[in-house]
Each structure stands twice: as structure tokens, then as C-alpha cells.
């Protein structure tokens, strides 16, 4: 074991801290990486004060996570000192299941492991997350990041970017679809940039009329205020597909109206509380409304891999470790532009 630092959460309304914890030593699947660079995503958030009513505490966040490789294991083949890596969501997963034998390890039938708040199946302790030093990860589950990016704008695409790239993947967005993204943070803004590159035409759904012009030049061909009842309106029934990414509890009935025939709504954000769906407004026109999680391995080498070819990253603000509170507090305003990444050399050498 070696002593890591890192910055937790102790309870639901403490705020987060210096923590020292240990970490595993590399074993010979392991990849050891010093992080650079790690996303806030509001998953973080919602974990960090127990919104999902599961976190156990103390918990690290952070599961978007660039660093370089400083040790390997001796069964690693993959990745040499000093390459610089990804590590999303997952850490682990039982690799036999179908899910996982299909690379959708995020649906790992047998659960899979969090990269924090996860039960650990290296010991019986609880995974902790990028908000740290350090982390120990196998080699199966660590990412390649590709060198023509900007490694800081790079790491939230290992959540905001997997999670919106995925179903957009899935339901096969393309040209000739009209396609909705609802929510302009740090998942929406990645919608709206694949969505874009993948040929549809992408219309934005903020409550912020101070994000009109970005959405614009992140790629939305048009804003709709959320709040405009008669923009709303003009809508109705004009969409193949939209994906919401709304943080917080919404009129989820107000999009599923937007969709045209055989359209499909589907949901990414994850509020605390469930959202009422009026079943007429499904029925009526065969709707679909379903969910998506995170992505798989696979998936997201692919995603990565796409972003390195079209130049896609997120737009970013950097912050300090001890800026976390503060960065939260603003994502709780939907003041994101368009997701903050923490700069690990600021962490405090000791906890
Ligand atoms: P974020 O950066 O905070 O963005 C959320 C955006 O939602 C806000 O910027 C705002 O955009 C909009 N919004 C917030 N409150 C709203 C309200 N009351 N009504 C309508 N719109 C509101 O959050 P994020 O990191 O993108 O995460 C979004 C959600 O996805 C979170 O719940 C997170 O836990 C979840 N998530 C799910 C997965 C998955 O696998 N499915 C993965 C990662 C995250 P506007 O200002 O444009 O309205
Ligand atoms: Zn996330
Ligand atoms: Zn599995």
C-alpha cells in the first residue's frame, strides 16, 4: 500500500477536505497513473451530499480522470511509463456476464465497480475517486488519451463526453434527424458538440438565456428558451430524437410533446427525485422513453478516439482543489461554462 491524498466528503452536508488514505500497490494487471487532471461532473455532487441516498462516506469523488502513467504492472502490455491515460466511471466489473462479454460493462450483470463510492474487488473496502494524488486501476480498464488534445479539456469527455456519445451512438443519430439536447452543462455541452458532428440538426434547450450565443457556437443550429411557453409550443411534435441532460427535477411531459412519431426521449440526467410521465403523451404518437448509462470500455476507447480525429474536447474552466465548494455551489445555478476540471498540482502534498 502507499499513502495517497485527496480531497473528500465526510458527510452529506460537510463540505470537502484533505483526506489521506492508502492506495494499492501495483499488481501485475495494474496500471499506476499521477493524475493531472480531473472533471467535476454534477454526479460528484449529487454523491458527495448522499442525493442518491447510497454514497458511504468518506467518499472521494471524481471519475474523469487524465494522468500520466508512473508505474505499470508486470503483465501490462498495453501502456508504458509516461503515457498519458483516461479513467472514466468504471474501474472494474465481473467480465463474464453478457454485459460485460458484449463490452457494456456498464451494465455488468453482477454490478459494476465505481471508480469512487464502488465496492472495491481489490480488498473490501470502497473505491475512491480522481479528486486525488493518485490511482491504482487495471490495465483493462484504463484509457488512451489521444496526444493531439489538450489533456485538461480531454478529461471530462471520460463521463460528460461517454455519456452523451453513447446514445447518440445507440439510436443511431445521424443526418435528416432533428435532435434536441436539453441542458447546457457539462453533458448538454458535449451533446450538442457530437450531435453536431454526427450530422444531425441540433437544437438546444436552455432555461439560461445567457447560454443562447454559446449554444450557437458549440454547434446548436437553434436555442429554445425552456421558459417560453409559445417557443415550446412552435416545437411540438418536431423532433426524431432528444436527450435530456437536466441535473435537477423537471416537466420531463413538456419534451416528450416535442417528439414527433416513433421519436425517443432519452434521459441521461439524473435527479434525486422520480420525474410523473403522462403515459397519453407516449401512447398517442408510440413515443419511446428510455435511459442511458456512462458507456462501455470499448465505447469509450472509440469515443476518444473520434474526438482525437474531429478535434473535439470540452470547453473548460480550470480550478483549484480548494475551489470545489465554490464550484458546486455555481453548477447548483447551472453556472457552468461548461465543466469545471480540477488542476491536481494543487491538492495539498499532505492531508
Ligand atoms: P451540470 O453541468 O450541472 O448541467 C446541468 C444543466 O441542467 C444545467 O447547466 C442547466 O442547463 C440544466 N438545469 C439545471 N437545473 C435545471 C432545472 N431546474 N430545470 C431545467 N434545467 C435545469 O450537470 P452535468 O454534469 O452535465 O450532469 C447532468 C446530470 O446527468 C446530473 O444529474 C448527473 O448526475 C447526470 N449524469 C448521468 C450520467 C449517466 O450515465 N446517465 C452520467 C453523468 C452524469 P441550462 O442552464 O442550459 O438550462
Ligand atoms: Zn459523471
Ligand atoms: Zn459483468
Known amino acids: ?3 495517497c491524498t485527496g480531497y473528500a ?3 452529506a452536508d460537510a463540505p470537502l477536505a484533505p483526506f489521506g488514505f492508502e492506495r494499492r500497490d501495483t499488481g501485475p494487471e495494474d496500471v499506476r497513473i499521477d493524475i493531472l ?11 458527495a451530499r448522499n442525493e442518491w441516498r447510497n454514497t458511504i462516506y468518506p467518499c472521494v469523488p471524481g471519475h474523469e480522470i487524465v494522468g500520466r502513467v508512473a508505474e505499470t504492472g508486470s503483465s501490462v502490455t498495453r501502456f ?3 503515457d498519458l491515460v483516461g479513467v472514466g466511471c468504471l474501474v472494474d466489473s465481473c467480465r463474464t456476464c453478457q454485459s460485460c462479454r458484449d463490452g457494456f460493462e456498464q451494465y455488468c450483470e453482477n454490478g459494476f465497480v465505481g471508480t469512487y463510492n464502488g465496492q472495491d474487488r481489490h480488498g473490501r473496502g470502497i473505491t475512491f475517486g480522481g479528486y486525488s494524488r493518485a490511482i491504482v486501476v487495471d490495465q483493462a480498464f484504463v484509457l488512451k488519451v489521444p496526444d493531439n488534445l489538450d489533456p485538461a479539456a480531454v478529461a471530462p469527455l471520460l463521463c460528460a463526453g461517454i455519456t452523451t456519445y453513447s446514445p447518440l451512438r445507440h439510436w ?13 452543462g457539462g453533458l448538454g455541452h458535449m451533446g450538442v458538440k457530437f450531435a453536431r ?5 441540433v437544437v438546444l434547450f436552455t432555461t439560461s438565456a445567457s447560454k443562447i450565443e454559446d449554444g450557437l457556437r458549440l454547434g446548436a443550429h437553434q436555442v429554445v428558451l425552456s421558459r417560453d411557453p409559445d417557443a415550446m409550443a412552435r416545437e411540438t411534435g418536431r423532433f426524431d430524437f432528444i436527450l435530456d441532460a437536466v441535473a435537477a427535477n423537471h416537466d420531463i411531459n ?9 421519436g425517443t426521449l432519452v434521459q441521461v440526467g439524473a435527479p434525486e427525485d422520480p420525474l410523473p410521465v403522462s403515459v397519453f403523451g407516449l401512447l398517442m404518437k408510440r413515443r419511446s422513453f428510455a435511459g442511458s448509462l456512462i458507456g462501455g470500455i470499448p465505447e469509450t476507447q472509440e469515443m476518444l478516439n473520434f474526438c482525437g480525429e474531429h478535434g473535439i474536447t470540452a470547453d473548460t474552466e480550470m480550478i483549484r482543489m480548494d475551489q470545489i465548494e465554490a464550484a458546486y455551489e455555481r453548477m447548483l445555478r447551472s453556472d457552468v461554462k461548461y465543466r469545471f476540471v480540477i488542476d491536481m498540482a494543487t491538492l495539498p502534498a499532505v492531508a
Open 172 to 184: 443511431k443519430v445521424g443526418p435528416g434527424q432533428r435532435v434536441g439536447i436539453v441542458g447546457l
Open 37 to 47: 487532471f480531473c472533471g467535476v461532473c454534477h454526479s460528484d455532487l449529487h454523491q
Open 254 to 262: 413538456a419534451y416528450l410533446n416535442l417528439l414527433k412519431r416513433d
Open 197 to 201: 458532428a454526427f450530422g444531425a440538426e
Open 9 to 11: 466528503a465526510t458527510a
Open 80 to 82: 508504458r511509463t509516461g
Open 1 to 3: 500500500m502507499f499513502a
